[in-house]
C-alpha cells in the first residue's frame, strides 16, 4: 500500500488544511457530529482530502459505506446498493462523479430523496460544469482547497517522525517537498516515498536529491484542459484587467512554464479589444505584434514578446464600451427586431440616400436604424481621454451643424 494510503488519517484533526470544512466550527464537522445525513458534492484539486473527508464523514453517520467511480460504476450497482439498503439507509461514496452521464446521476435522484442513499460524491472539476441542475440542487457543495506548503510540510514532518518508510527525512527536505508539489499532499507524500526508496537512508536525502527526482515538480498542477488550466487564464486576464502588471507577468509565466503557449496568445488579443478597446486603439496592434513574434519564436523565447504585450495590457487606460454596445445589439436582433434594412442604405444607389461627403464635417443628419429601432443606443463612450474627446467632437458636430452643403 502506498504510503500516503496507508497514513490517510482517520479524524478530522489529522487533516491537512480544510479549517472551513473539518475545523472546530467547520460544516463537515458539525454534520459528523450530529449525525446529519445529507448528501453533498466535494469538488477541488487532487491531493485536497475529499476522499479522506468522505471516509471520516460516512464513518461519523455510521451507515453501511459503498465505495464507488463513475469511470467503471453503473446504474446497476446503485440499484443493487439501494435496494440492499435497510431502514437507516446507506452512504455511497461516488468518486469522479462528473463522468456519470446524465442519465446515470438521474438515477441517484430518487433514492437521495427517500434517503435510502446519502450520496458523497467527489469530482476534481467545476460541478456546475459537469453535474447536472437537479442533483446539484439537492446536494450541499462543499469546495476543497489547496493546502498551504507550511501545512503539508507539517504532515511530513508528522509521519517522518514516525516509524515508517521516511522516518528521519531531514526538515529541510519535508519544506522543499511541500514547496514543489502544488498543494497535493497525497503528491508531497508519495514523493518523498520515492525519494527514500533510493538506496539511502531517508536521514541522508537532501533537498537536491528530490529537485533532481522531479525538476519540473512544481507544475504538478497544471493540466491544460483541466479547471485549473482555465483558472490561469481566468487569472491572467483579471488581473491585466485590474492594472495589475505584477499578478500578470505572475500568470502569464504560470502559463507557459506549463508548456502552453496558445492560450495566452488568443487571450491576450481578446484582452486588447474587451478590457483596453478605444481607450487605447493601439494596443490591439502592439498585442498581435506581440503574438505573432512569439508564435514564430515558439517556446522558451515567446515569453520576451508576450511579457511586453502582457506589460502593456496591464498598464494601459481600459475601456469595455464596446462589450456592452455588442450585447445590446445582439440582444435587439435575437430578439426579433430590425430585420427589414431602410429602403435609402439599402443598396450601392438607393432612391434617399444622402451622401456625408458632400456635407461640412463628412457628416449629414440620416436615419441608419431600422424603423423599429430609431433613436436606440448601443455605445456608450467609456471615460477615458480618447473615448471623451472623440464624443466631443462628434457632439460638436452633430448640435451646430445644419444639413447644409459644403
Not at 135 to 162: D, G, H, M, N, W
Not at 199 to 223: E, H, I, Q, W, Y
Not at 379 to 402: C, F, I, L, R, S
Amino acid at each position: 500500500m502506498p504510503l500516503a494510503d496507508e497514513m490517510r488519517p482517520k479524524s478530522f484533526d489529522e487533516m491537512v488544511g480544510q479549517e472551513e470544512l473539518v475545523g472546530p466550527h467547520g460544516i463537515l464537522r458539525t454534520m459528523a457530529d450530529n449525525k446529519v445525513s445529507r448528501s453533498v458534492i466535494f469538488y477541488g484539486p487532487p491531493g485536497t482530502g475529499k476522499t479522506t473527508a468522505a471516509l471520516i464523514l460516512a464513518d461519523k453517520l455510521g451507515k453501511p459505506l459503498f465505495r464507488l467511480n463513475a469511470i467503471d460504476a453503473q446504474v446497476a450497482d446503485i440499484k443493487k446498493i439501494a435496494s440492499e439498503a435497510d431502514g437507516n439507509g446507506v452512504v455511497v461514496y461516488l468518486d469522479e462523479i462528473q463522468y456519470f452521464n446524465k442519465k446515470q446521476q438521474q438515477s441517484l435522484l430518487p433514492y437521495t430523496e427517500s434517503g435510502a442513499i446519502t450520496l458523497i460524491a467527489a469530482t476534481t472539476e467545476n460541478p456546475y460544469h459537469g453535474i447536472y441542475d437537479a442533483l446539484l440542487s439537492r446536494c450541499l457543495v462543499l469546495e476543497f482547497k489547496r493546502p498551504t506548503p507550511k501545512q503539508i510540510s507539517s504532515r511530513l514532518k508528522k509521519i517522518a517522525s514516525e516509524q515508517t518508510p521516511i522516518h528521519g527525512l531531514p526538515d529541510d527536505t519535508c519544506d522543499v517537498i511541500a514547496n514543489i508539489t502544488a498543494g497535493d499532499a497525497r503528491r508531497a507524500i508519495n514523493l518523498a516515498e520515492a525519494a527514500c526508496s533510493l538506496g539511502t537512508k531517508p536521514s541522508d536525502v537532501l533537498p537536491g536529491d528530490v529537485l533532481k527526482l522531479v525538476p519540473r515538480a512544481n507544475m504538478a498542477a497544471f493540466d491544460t484542459r483541466g479547471d485549473a488550466h482555465y483558472s490561469y487564464i481566468s487569472a491572467l486576464q483579471k488581473s491585466i484587467r485590474g492594472s495589475d502588471p505584477d499578478a500578470a507577468v505572475f500568470w502569464l509565466a504560470k502559463l507557459l512554464e506549463g508548456g502552453d503557449i496558445v492560450s495566452p496568445c488568443r487571450r491576450l488579443l481578446v484582452i486588447a479589444c474587451e478590457d483596453i478597446g478605444l481607450a487605447y486603439p493601439n494596443a490591439i496592434v502592439h498585442t498581435l505584434a506581440c503574438v505573432e513574434a512569439a508564435e514564430r519564436l515558439g517556446l522558451p523565447e515567446a515569453y520576451k514578446p508576450l511579457t511586453q504585450a502582457v506589460l502593456l495590457l496591464a498598464t494601459a487606460p481600459k475601456s469595455n464600451s464596446n462589450e456592452p454596445a455588442w450585447m445590446a445589439a445582439q440582444k435587439d436582433i435575437r430578439e426579433g427586431r430590425g430585420a427589414t434594412v431602410p429602403s435609402h442604405i439599402a443598396s450601392e444607389y438607393a432612391p434617399g440616400y444622402v451622401y456625408p461627403h458632400d456635407y461640412p464635417n463628412h457628416w449629414v443628419r440620416q436615419e441608419y436604424l431600422p424603423s423599429d429601432l430609431h433613436g436606440r443606443k448601443y455605445y456608450t463612450p467609456g471615460d477615458n481621454p480618447t473615448e471623451q474627446q472623440a464624443a466631443a467632437y462628434w457632439d460638436a458636430v452633430k448640435n451646430n451643424q445644419g444639413g447644409e452643403r459644403k
